[in-house]
């Protein structure tokens, strides 16, 4: 049996793609399958945690003893997780969450007389829910606030880039995976992540099944959880 370390913890995971609509039977969406997620939210339970699984549309079964909300665009996503993450000691956020959706939702199926030989698709930011979270600790330090775990999954491995996105998105952890590998990543049941710190410190993983690199993030997750509980003063 794993090591109950993450009892009397929340932690809130999100996983899979969304899916961003074009009119009633098209969407735009990405090649995630969900695993990483799951395998986290299914190794948080085992070591104790109270787990809640905000889940895009996948083929996965439900870990066992989590708790899970299915959504399906990035603004659903981003409605759920903005809306729990201030009960959680821990919000880690492997989904791959639509940077853009289409500006116009057609309500009939739109056909090709409509759209002409060269259609052009209009399409506007989402919410990034992992920086309006970094944003708002920033804001209200008095509040207790949960730690951010964020995922990238980038082509080929820049530090430079690595390390704007951990500024830019302002969290504890992020766990970086090279998707252009084909032996880890996307659908894969094996992952080679690099873990980054808030100071930019990385620590390398091997290829290991996605359940073991789930243990390894949130054996991460205790270390800072235990050190932010000791970091807090005797009288509040
Ligand atoms: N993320 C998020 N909300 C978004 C987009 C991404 O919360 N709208 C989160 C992801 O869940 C992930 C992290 O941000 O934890 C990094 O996602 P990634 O797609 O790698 O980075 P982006 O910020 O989208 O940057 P880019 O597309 O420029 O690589």
């Known amino acids: ?32 399958s969900g695993k990483m997620g799951y395998a986290l939210a299914a190794e948080a339970a ?25 959504v399906t665009s990035a603004a659903e ?11 959680q000691d821990a919000v880690v956020m492997t989904a791959a969450v ?22 052009t698709l209009t399409l506007t930011r989402t919410v990034d829910v992992l ?30 880039r690595v ?14 995976n090279d998707v252009s590998r084909t032996d880890a990543g996307f659908d894969a049941d094996d992952n080679r992540v690099v873990i980054y710190d808030a100071a930019g410190a990385r620590q390398a993983l091997p290829l290991l099944p996605k359940r073991e690199v789930a243990g390894r993030v949130l054996e991460r997750l205790v270390e800072l959880l235990a050190a932010r509980c000791s970091a807090v003063p005797a009288d509040g």
């Open 1 to 32: 049996m794993a090591p109950q370390s993450l009892a009397g913890r929340r932690v809130l995971v999100s996983a899979g793609p969304t899916r961003e609509a074009l009119d009633p039977v098209r969407y735009l969406t990405n090649r995630s």
């Open 46 to 70: 085992a070591r104790g945690a109270t787990v809640t699984l905000v889940s895009g549309p996948t083929a996965l079964t439900t870990p066992l003893g989590v708790q899970r909300l299915d």
């Open 77 to 87: 996503l981003a409605q759920a997780v903005l809306e729990l993450a201030p009960q």
């Open 98 to 119: 639509a940077d853009f959706r289409p500006v116009n939702v057609a309500t009939h199926k739109l056909g090709k007389e409509q759209l002409g030989e060269q259609p």
């Open 131 to 160: 920086a309006a979270l970094g944003a708002a600790r920033g804001a209200g330090r008095s509040l207790p606030q949960p730690l951010l775990i964020g995922f990238a999954a980038e082509t080929g491995i820049d530090e430079a």
């Open 163 to 176: 390390l704007g996105k951990l500024a830019a998105k302002q969290c504890d952890l992020l766990v970086v």
